[in-house]
């Protein structure tokens, strides 16, 4: 094994909802170290180039192939990140890495390979508008790209028996935007009309944009594929105050 | 107004888990305009003193009144952090201080306050451990400080109905030790023997220890009050290699 091989690693790294101020220290180091930096193409074209960096973007939807590349180019002795928006272990790209770990040379499971934490959407989100997820709550991805929608619709109406405030990624698939109107019903039906909502587009950019209003106010065209649903529980509450009120759960329950 | 009591404003910010590599740059930059920082004694005791600077450190079980005084502060012209470990919308002080506004002087809803995400305990320990919250998941918090046991209970159930990931916060409460076993008992029966589970104790500090076993192996013990506890959903794998095995959830659900 040469000298070049043995220094092989893969990083599998969260960059935050968008702004460098959410980006960890550690992933920043991580990124200075790289010899390839591999994704999706808008997360991509938020690194930096510099000599000695190879930059690989691709499309969406090639999230194993992807993943593959990455591993094969750590165990030729890269130092690689993978890089995720947000948070890499939440609905981004390490499972995927380990999906294609698992299916790969035995080789492979001998790399060095790390995970980098980073700011997911959600949090990113609830933070903008106060403290929705102050208690328990879940996350659910709407997409109906890899699970059936019949899961879907089952996962939220528990949810919603369970009383949790949810948290709600890629609540409108291109293959399936229309979904997410089903959405809004279900959680009507069991929410009830009253019940809070906040849609938070493109959190932690310059096109930041919160809307919160109630499930009977709420219409499918409030949200798009870069904005962060959350549902508030029956406790979840509005603070009015000059300028934008405050959303948030109270850290007790009856 | 003079200009002192107009400069006032409140942050309450996220640590992280405790490594500084964890610390986000936004987190940072607010530490080093503050003229207070006010939270639970070992949080207050990672911030470096230094001159302009006073550290406010309150026990436990005090955070209405911790929030109450940072909110004072702030109003007296304070440029005020409260500090939270991980996240602090995740079970932590965002919601009290919220709690603390909204019973408090009116004057108050005019302050500038922000809330700054940080790496929350359970995606710091999913991180370490590989990606178990790489689908659906939810969060709960174990401790029946400020909720009905007969809630958490419920709420258990209809999370293993729904084939959740589960994060647990607070698996041990000092108050209730011994809760968690009945928890251990409720997923067993929900999710039987062969369900994961995962103790990560200590996350990102020297004391750091991950232990991954069955529902049927798991016991009250391997859980204290700084274990984040993983419980896999029925789709959570585990990829054996050298070292420390992965353990996954694929992004595919059937």
Redesign the interface.
């Known amino acids: 094994m040469t000298v070049g091989q043995s220094a092989g690693w893969i990083a599998v790294a969260g960059l935050?909802p968008g702004?460098?101020?959410?980006?960890?220290?550690?992933v920043t180091?991580a990124l200075a170290e790289a010899t390839d930096v591999i994704g999706y193409i808008p997360y991509v074209a938020r690194i930096a180039p510099r000599t000695g960096l190879a930059l690989h973007a691709s499309d969406n939807r090639v999230?194993l192939d992807r993943a593959a590349h990455a591993l094969s180019l750590a165990a030729a002795g890269g130092r690689v990140v993978v890089v995720s928006s947000g948070?890499?272990?939440?609905?981004?790209m390490?499972?995927?890495v380990?999906?294609a770990?698992?299916a790969g040379p035995v080789e492979w499971?001998?790399l060095d390979?790390?995970?980098?934490?980073?700011?997911?959407a959600m949090?990113?989100a609830?933070?903008?508008a106060?403290?929705?997820?102050?208690?328990?709550?879940?996350?659910?991805?709407l997409s109906d790209n890899?699970?059936?929608w019949a899961?879907i619709e089952?996962?939220l109406r528990?949810?919603a028996?369970?009383?949790?405030a949810m948290a709600f990624y890629n609540p409108r698939s291109k293959a399936r935007p229309e979904g997410f109107g089903r959405v809004l019903e279900i959680l009507r039906e069991t929410c009830g009309d009253e019940r809070l909502i906040l849609f938070a587009r493109a959190v932690a950019t310059a096109q930041e944009q919160l809307r919160i209003v109630t499930l009977g106010e709420a219409v499918l065209e409030m949200a798009d594929m870069r904005t962060m649903v959350i549902v508030g529980s029956s406790q979840t509450?509005l603070?009015?105050?000059?300028g934008a009120p405050?959303l948030?759960?109270?850290?007790?329950?009856?």
Chains 1, 2 share one sequence.
């Open positions: 935050g702004d460098e101020g959410l980006v960890t220290p550690e180091a999230e948070d890499p272990g939440v609905f981004a390490a499972s995927a380990f999906e770990l698992e499971r001998a390979i790390r995970v980098l934490p980073g700011i997911t949090l990113a609830s933070a903008r106060g403290a929705p997820l102050g208690h328990d709550f879940c996350a659910i991805n890899l699970k059936p899961l089952r996962r528990l949810a028996e369970a009383d949790f509450r603070i009015a105050r000059p405050i948030y759960t109270p850290r007790s329950a009856p």
